[in-house]
């Protein structure tokens, strides 16, 4: 095969990515990225109001974790833009963070950290004063069940509270926009139910990005699917269009992602 069909689409450039003035807290516009000629995601488009709570979905190494890295900023796009609140992240990456909470899959957590030390570490670094620290702090303690291993350090605890620390951190400054990556990775089904009660409190109020691999999760907490194959979108639009219960959404996210190839 010619190196001239593995060559990435040529860039478009920043006047032809305008941002819609349609007031969504996250939007996603002709967002690629390549690692010499291995396409990671291309292309990818989408935007989300505020106060919507949206599942993007996908099979393994479909894009779903490299588009999240490029909408906090954490990864920097070979094209498009990624903007946050109206804030383009390469521009305004402070402005933008400064809306995002941010839980990406299995971590990164400080393992030698306490989960109080790392709440009392990020609320430095977010810039909380000394009440809005006490605040935040047990209200997140309180709603991801953090009492009881508080002063435990945070490497020898289970995958589940590791998770539920996660959690803490990315709501601990009150974001507007949520940003999770597999929330309810190796918890029990009824630590499950807590993040579902939590995430459907937050959405009075909040706009959420969740990646998750359990169809059942996205009927429960979601009002809208957004699915990536391959680095592309290949389906935006209400749950129901994709099933009205699990088996049907399974069959057709099998249908969309599968392929002769």
Known sequence: MSSEMNEPAAASTLDDLEAPNDGSMIEAIGLSKYYGQFVAIEQVSFSVPAGQVVAFLGPNGAGKSTTMKLLTGYLAPSQGRALIGGHDL??????????????????????????QSLLAYTGSARGLSKGELAERTEFVVSK?????????????????????VGMAQALLHD????????????????????????????????????????????????????????????????????GNNPDAMEAEFRELTTSDD
Do not use: W
Not at 95 to 111: F, T
Not at 220 to 241: E, K, Q, S, Y
């Open 175 to 242: 974001p507007e926009v949520l940003i999770l990556d597999e929330p309810t990775s190796g918890l029990d089904p009824n630590q499950v139910a807590q993040v579902r009660d939590l995430i459907g409190d937050l959405s009075q109020n909040k706009t959420i990005l969740l990646s998750t691999h359990i169809l059942r999760e996205v009927q429960a907490m979601c009002d809208r699917v957004i699915l990536i194959n391959a680095g592309r979108i290949v389906f935006d639009g209400p749950i129901t269009d994709l």
């Open 144 to 164: 991801c069940s953090l009492s009881s291993v508080l002063g435990k350090t945070i490497g020898k605890l289970s995958r589940g509270y590791k998770q539920r």
């Open 90 to 115: 390469a521009e305004d990456r402070l402005a933008a963070s400064r809306l995002i909470g941010y839980m990406p899959e299995g971590g990164p957590l400080y393992y030698e950290m306490t989960p």
